[in-house]
């Protein structure tokens, strides 16, 4: 079964297509960084702009790279929630179009889901599994059992991890995408020239939660110490210990919950996914037996082809959206229960 996947949810346009689930035969993805970069954040209005203008081009690339006819698809699979409102509704109502024209069943899909089944695209992972969900706007630990039946353990009870990567990365003006800037300063930095602060999560309902807020403010205000000291800055040490502290946060309850769920498997996905550090630190729990898998760097980020592959296994098992399906900006699953 040949799916086309569709994924205009904030700041990529991509459309990919997929057979079987898993042979990736096209992955475009048409990124707006440079539009966005001046700004140092994605304005949505911008965004679905260039969705509107892209989006056609983007699918015609994907299907000829794929060496397909589209007469050739079996379905389109295209995410519809949660994201930017204007962004999303250009891919679902594209998706929706072309669907109907083609006479072929239209799937529309939870963003945050197929991050987390990236991995399977590539590396297929026996279930059930540790998922560790890690993008600019989730941070989720959780447990999975199938591609649709996953239970969230725990969650950043503010800021996703990503967003504490961009927001440092902007106040002392590294660049953007943060996240990307800050890993490649970091090569360069010493993580243990400034202690940031962990947060400290009291309760048992906390147990396999994050916070990134007060790593966030301490990063910021360390600018204050510089000034008042008159030393100088070095934003490759700045990204090097936050970066370390960023993942020591998240790794700390991957290692908790592991322990207590007894699961011998994780894999990663999302952006903060194709983050060097946390890369290593999640591999390095093979050393204790565990068995790791993440996506290639591609993958990780926004792309149609994790779309198209959770796509599949929605059809394979006949589930399909009706036309009524429309885009959401609100996120509807991972909350913890
Ligand atoms: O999954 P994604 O492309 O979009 C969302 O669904 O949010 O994730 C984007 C996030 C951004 O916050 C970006 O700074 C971060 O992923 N990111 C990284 C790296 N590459 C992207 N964060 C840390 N290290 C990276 N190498
Ligand atoms: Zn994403």
Redesign the pocket.
Known sequence: MIVLGIET??D?CSAAVVRDGHDILSNVIATQIELHKPYQGVVPELASRLHTEWIQQVVEAAIRQAGIEKTDLDAVAVTSRP?LLGSLLVGVSFAKCYATALGIPFIGID??RA?LYASQIENPLEYPYLGVL?????TVICRVDDYDKIDVLGTTIDD????A??KV?KFYDLGF????V??RLSQKGDPTAYLFPGPSLDGDEHRYDMSYSGLKTAVINQREHFRKDGAEESPENIAASF?RQAVGILMKPVRLALKDTGLRRVSAG???A???L?RKELKDLEKSGYTVTFPSLKL???NGAMVAGLGYRYLKDGITSDSYLSASARVTAFKKN
């Not at 890690?134 to 989730?138: L, P």
């Not at 996703?160 to 967003?163: R, S």
């Open positions: 949810s904030c990529e994201g963003h945050i991050h890690v993008s600019g706007g989730h996703a991890i990503g967003e990567f961009d990365a995408p943060g996240g990307v800050i890993d970066q999302g952006g903060v194709a983050n060097s946390l990780c980020t926004d």
